[in-house]
């Protein structure tokens, strides 16, 4: 299963946009690299999946370049509650995989 | 559909006790899933299941440990004899498929404290 890299932490203000950036080397031709969103208390939360180039949906924009070695997630317009702890999970349990979490990218958006 | 449902949300327990951690996943979602989450060591795989039988237990920290998966629209974590380095938030997540175009759906969690 690839392994995940991401910034440990980022800190951002009201409105600005947030991209978080997540490697993946050694990702295998048939995976996916999904995001989730972690707030306090509550398990993580699915808001992205791509495969390749960009995808779009009303919470995310998730931007993966033609190598497919990195990924970006990217928040337009942060508010306070989008206060949480990110994860980039790359790949599944299929061909022996297992969906491991990394340390996750903790952002803080300030008023 | 209600996502997947863990009971109880709190445990309190005394070193010693049994703990048992309830799960249900979502209907018609083949693989289910149960991690422990603490400060120090983040979220960890203890062990899947595919279609009610355990395929990979090798997150399980000891014996202490065990999981059951009766049938397709429940299992249970338990915990015997607890101590107090068990005090993490457990979740239960379940996905439909075991491509990794199938995101994963988690529960909110059960926090365990063991005094």
């Known amino acids: 299963l690839a392994k995940t890299t991401q910034p440990i932490s980022m800190d951002s203000y009201e409105g600005q946009e947030v991209n978080i950036t997540c490697s993946h080397n050694?990702?295998?031709?048939?995976?996916?690299i999904t995001w989730y969103q972690q707030f306090p208390s509550q398990g993580p939360r699915f808001i992205i999946q791509?495969?390749?180039t960009k995808v779009t949906n009303e919470v995310a924009s998730l931007f993966i370049p033609a190598d497919r070695k990195s990924s970006t997630l990217s928040l337009p317009r942060v508010s306070l509650s989008d206060t949480a702890v990110y994860y980039c999970?790359?790949?599944?349990?299929?061909?022996?995989?297992?969906?491991?979490f990394g340390q996750g990218t903790e952002l803080s958006v300030k008023p | 559909d209600a996502g997947v449902i863990q009971s109880p949300r709190h445990e309190v327990t005394e070193m010693g006790q049994e703990v048992t951690l309830r799960c249900k996943p979502i209907?018609?979602?083949?693989?289910l899933f149960w991690y422990r989450q603490t400060m120090m060591r983040g979220l960890e795989l203890l062990i899947y299941?595919?279609?009610?039988?355990?395929?990979?237990d090798s997150g399980m920290p000891e014996d202490r440990f065990s999981a059951k998966m009766p049938n397709a629209s429940f299992s249970t974590l338990k915990i015997q004899p607890s101590e107090p380095r068990d005090s993490a938030v457990y979740f239960c997540?379940?996905?439909?498929?075991?491509?990794?175009?199938?995101?994963?759906?988690f529960g909110n969690g059960t926090r365990l404290t063991v005094t």
């Open positions: 997540a379940s996905s439909q498929r075991q491509e990794s175009s199938s995101p994963l759906h």
């Open positions: 050694n990702i295998a031709t048939n995976d996916y």
């Open positions: 791509g495969y390749k």
């Open positions: 999970l790359v790949g599944g349990v299929n061909q022996g995989g297992k969906l491991i």
């Open positions: 209907s018609g979602h083949d693989y």
């Open positions: 299941f595919n279609n009610n039988v355990p395929i990979d």
